[in-house]
């Protein structure tokens, strides 16, 4: 089945700074790949998505990009705010059974 | 996104008991899908339920501990049988809306098992 790797664990930035977390994915099949953010006591929130057919997509300060040959995809966050301090989850799905696989979350600090 | 509710919102149970959690969506979903998250983990996904047919487990998950039902295209419920402390976890819904595999997640059932 599919694994995903996600990596660092933790990220402090200061505000206004530019955040970055990567994911790398096992299975070949694997075409969508969404980004939830998970506040403290709160559920997953999709912040954005990309599916294989596309590099890079952009909203607003978030932008994720997708390398399908290295088989890793990653989140940047631009001009951080102390409203974007959150666990970030990457997941893959391979489209056909529409489950995703989850990565161990990244807790990112934003200090102000 | 769905509007999605989900029942109790957390419990305290005793071992060896049952809890019966609800997740209620404002519209009709073909995919819903339960996930357990343990204090600082992950989502892991539990099962699959489809209406009309019987859910399907992942690795490490089965039926006679966590029993699903999908009685309807807005209505799901997860069973967690004979407790014991390790079950002591969120345990979440989604359902995939709008576009092919976007989910979004009910706002969770925290269980604990003394």
């Known amino acids: 089945g599919e694994n995903v790797e996600q990596h660092p664990s933790t990220l402090s930035v200061q505000e206004g700074d530019s955040a970055v977390i990567k994911c790398t994915y096992s299975?070949?099949?694997?075409?969508?790949f969404p980004w939830y953010k998970q506040e403290l006591g709160k559920r997953p929130q999709l912040i954005i998505d990309i599916r294989s057919n596309v590099g890079e997509k952009k909203d607003q300060r978030i932008a994720v990009t997708l390398n399908k040959t290295a088989k890793h995809f990653s989140l940047h966050i631009t001009e951080t705010q102390p409203e974007d301090s959150a666990v970030y989850f990457c997941a893959a799905s391979d489209g056909s059974a529409r489950q995703l696989t989850f990565g161990s979350g990244t807790q990112l600090t934003v200090l102000p | 996104s769905a509007v999605i509710s989900q029942k109790p919102s957390r419990d305290i149970c005793q071992r060896g008991t049952s809890l019966t959690i609800q997740c209620q969506v404002d519209?009709?979903?073909?995919?819903m899908f339960w996930y357990r998250q343990q204090p600082g983990q992950s989502l892991t996904l539990i099962a699959t339920a489809n209406q009309g047919s019987e859910a399907t487990y992942e690795s490490g998950f089965v039926i006679d501990k966590f029993p699903i039902s999908r009685p309807n295209l807005t209505f799901s419920t997860l069973t967690v049988s004979n407790m014991s402390p390790e079950d002591s976890s969120i345990y979440l819904c989604?359902?995939?809306?709008?576009?092919?595999?976007?989910?979004?997640f009910g706002p969770g059932t925290r269980l604990t098992v003394l």
């Open positions: 299975d070949s099949a694997s075409n969508y």
């Open positions: 989604s359902v995939e809306r709008a576009s092919y595999n976007e989910q979004f």
């Open positions: 519209s009709q979903v073909t995919m």
